[in-house]
């Protein structure tokens, strides 16, 4: 159904529930509409971690702006993802301001917008959420306070039985056998708050200013919180992604064979767009184009094997194959929640090395980097380009491609940097070029 706050039409929403149920009235509506509305290409983008629908409405109208004018004579239809997800609201999104001025809040200390965004992300955690935030407000000095913290957070996020969430956290796995949890559910809270304290504070230096004194855990005890909450929500997007997308574009090509189906996914909607490949029906072959922006998960998702173990693969190897187009990945060396913060969360629970005191980057980037951070990686063939070279000239047929956008995906401050910076003219030519939709 077209939204009239929406920039384009037809536009259509695909709601999804956390365990990937669609709901039926919106997915028959598209059914019925690509066909009536004569529609040849549909560009499916799923969100990230925003936490309602008006949010990720207003990024689905804002990206789409510009492409009836890139593309005037195309006939195109338009497809926003809802699924539950939610975001930390300390977070800057450029060309998002918040309506009013936000209330300060001390750091660590829970704004009450992330409190309501907790609640609803979580049903029946009440008591827990309203435990951290109060243990966050007084942070006491003694070390069981930051252990209590760790325990809260690991059961605010934990999977509850008989749902099928859990089989979907994982990005690698080694002979079958998923990759077990991150580090940070398993570690000392106190080691991991003071990593996350000090990676927070190189952030918030001035440039080239070094500080020579140890990290206070309660400073990155709100970290925790947020990349255990990225975590849950990095397994929610791939149920969806798997278990109702999917699903979702094979019902699609089966009632019009000649649609031509192009996934965007911004951070965790990357991850839920590329495990809808895997959810496809055997046999479809719509979906002629993905892009990832500032994609939150493993760049070895796509791997067939790992480079430091050979017995380990991505559990989307091969996936890419699925696609009859091209897999383009955009990466921007601004994006530190993905620089920064996401190898120190996903760091896994057997590797016990310290980086207080050395550069993230250096140590966990290689081996535990993510696809908005420096691409697809340990797939042969891959290429790589600059987006201004993406923008003019063919880019490759099949396979994947790595293409550097932080020429413009570059704004945004401390935590997350430029992860959100995605809203760019350059960025909507590049969905297009991907599908070759003229």
Not at 34 to 57: C, E, K, P, Q, Y
Not at 158 to 179: H, K, R, S, Y
Not at 328 to 344: I, Q, R
Not at 359 to 371: E, I, S
């Amino acid at each position: 159904m077209a939204d009239p706050g929406m920039s384009v039409a037809p536009y259509w929403e695909l709601t999804f529930d956390a365990d990937g149920d669609v709901d039926g009235p919106e997915r028959d509506r598209l059914l019925a509409g690509v066909t009536a509305r004569g529609v040849r290409d549909l560009i499916v983008f799923a969100h990230g971690w925003n936490n309602d629908r008006s949010g990720a409405t207003r990024l689905y109208s804002a990206f789409f702006a510009p492409v009836p004018r890139l593309a005037p004579t195309a006939r195109i239809g338009y497809v926003g993802v809802v699924w539950p997800s939610m975001r930390f609201s300390d977070e800057p999104i450029p060309d998002f301001p918040r309506p009013t001025a936000a209330e300060p809040v001390p750091r660590p200390a829970l704004d009450k917008d992330t409190r309501h965004a907790l609640l609803e992300t979580f049903p029946g955690r009440a008591t827990v959420v309203d435990r951290l935030a109060r243990i966050l407000n007084q942070h006491p000095r003694e070390e069981a306070g930051l252990e209590e913290f760790g325990r809260l957070v690991r059961l605010l996020v934990e999977v509850v039985p008989p749902g099928p969430q859990g089989l979907f956290a994982a990005d690698t796995e080694a002979e079958g056998v998923p990759q077990s949890e991150p580090g940070i559910f398993s570690r000392p809270t106190a080691d991991v708050c003071a990593e996350f304290a000090q990676a927070l504070a190189r952030l918030e230096a001035p440039e080239g200013r070094e500080s020579f004194s140890l990290p206070n855990p309660w400073d990155g005890a709100k970290e925790l919180l947020r990349q255990a909450t990225y975590y849950a929500m990095k397994r929610r997007a791939g149920t969806v992604g798997e278990r109702g997308l999917g699903p979702a574009v094979g019902r699609l090509a089966q009632a019009a064979p000649d649609l031509r189906i192009h996934l965007v996914g911004h951070s965790f909607g990357g991850r839920l767009v590329s495990f809808a490949l895997r959810g496809l029906p055997a046999g479809v072959r719509a979906v002629k184009s993905v892009t990832l922006l500032q994609g939150a998960f493993s760049h070895y998702a796509f791997a067939a094997r790992l480079p430091d173990d050979p017995r380990a693969g991505g559990v989307l190897q091969g996936q890419e194959h699925r696609i009859d187009g091209p897999l383009v990945c955009c990466h921007s060396s601004f994006d530190s929640a993905l620089g920064t913060f996401y190898p120190l969360a996903s760091r896994m629970a057997d590797d016990d090395r310290s980086v207080l005191g050395v550069d993230v980057g250096a140590v966990l980037g290689a081996r535990w980097g993510a696809m908005g951070h420096d691409g697809v990686q340990a797939v042969p063939g891959t290429r790589a380009c600059t987006l201004a070279a993406a923008l003019g000239a063919p880019l490759p047929a099949s396979g994947c491609v790595n293409v550097d956008a932080s020429d413009v995906v570059r704004r945004g401050g401390p935590p997350s940097g430029a992860h959100s910076d995605i809203v760019h003219p350059e960025l909507a030519r590049l969905v297009l070029a991907a599908g070759r939709v003229r």
